[in-house]
């Protein structure tokens, strides 16, 4: 349910499927394996040679109505104009904006309060305990089941948000084991340490590591800087 809608954010991945991935990268330059995380460091095709598969021809459009034969950096429409949040790696089925967001409303359960946010997960919650200036914790998220409640879930994502900017840092964090396990990446990758265990980091504004059955994956958006990400990283303890 989480990774099965991909936002398209094609020059910049951050959870991709394998067989996806390879048509739009040239080559994979490394790989790094923590555990349940895998990041690769990819070699990025260039701008329009990344063509549209074949069970998206005939449902994405650039700004003027257009048929696209190749994805670029401008943000793609469907026949009636509506702009594409992403679409479905399996069935190719395409979501807009519009839907992605109301689905999104309806799929998730907000709680304000970090003492109540171990009622709904299977595993310990961490927050951190520095944050950079101006950052305040805002909420956290969960994925609603099927039921539309949320009962020792495997996932929760947390949101830091600077009141005066509107600019937010993301993290999630989810119970480690084989159904949670993800693939992901990145133009840059380098394995570092968060409280002496592997860390990757990506593209100077993700972390992602594991410790004590908890993955945790925080992306500072490009609001920080790398060592004030780090340092905010090494604080979940």
């Not at 696209?68 to 395409?94: P, Q």
């Not at 409640?149 to 480690?176: C, D, P």
Request: with cysteine.
């Amino acid at each position: 349910k989480v990774a099965s809608i991909a936002l398209v954010c094609i020059l910049g991945f951050s959870i991709m499927q394998t067989s996806f991935a390879q048509e739009f990268v040239d080559k994979v330059i490394k790989t790094i394996s923590l555990g349940h995380i895998t990041i690769c460091e990819y070699e990025e095709a260039p701008i329009g040679s990344r063509p549209i598969p074949e069970y998206l021809k005939g449902k994405v459009f650039d700004k003027d109505g257009n048929p696209l034969e190749a994805f670029s950096s401008d943000k793609i429409y469907t026949s009636d104009g509506e702009e594409i949040a992403g679409f479905n790696f399996e069935t190719g089925e395409v979501k807009t904006v519009t839907e992605a967001e109301k689905a999104r409303k309806e799929g998730i359960l907000v709680v304000k309060d970090p003492n109540e946010f171990n009622n709904y997960t299977c595993f310990n919650v961490v927050l951190p305990s520095y944050l950079p200036e101006g950052f305040e914790f805002d909420r956290a998220e969960f994925y609603k089941d099927e039921n539309g409640v949320v009962e020792n879930t495997k996932y929760i994502g947390l949101y830091f948000t600077n009141e005066k900017t509107g600019k937010y840092i993301y993290m999630q964090q989810r119970f480690a084991d084989e159904e949670t396990a993800y693939a992901g990446g990145a133009k840059k990758v380098e394995e570092i340490k968060i409280n002496g265990v592997d860390a990757v980091l990506y593209d100077d504004r993700n972390i992602d590591w594991e410790a004590n059955g908890v993955i945790y994956a925080l992306s500072g958006r490009g609001e920080i800087t790398k060592n004030e990400l780090i340092k905010m990283a090494e604080s979940f303890k």
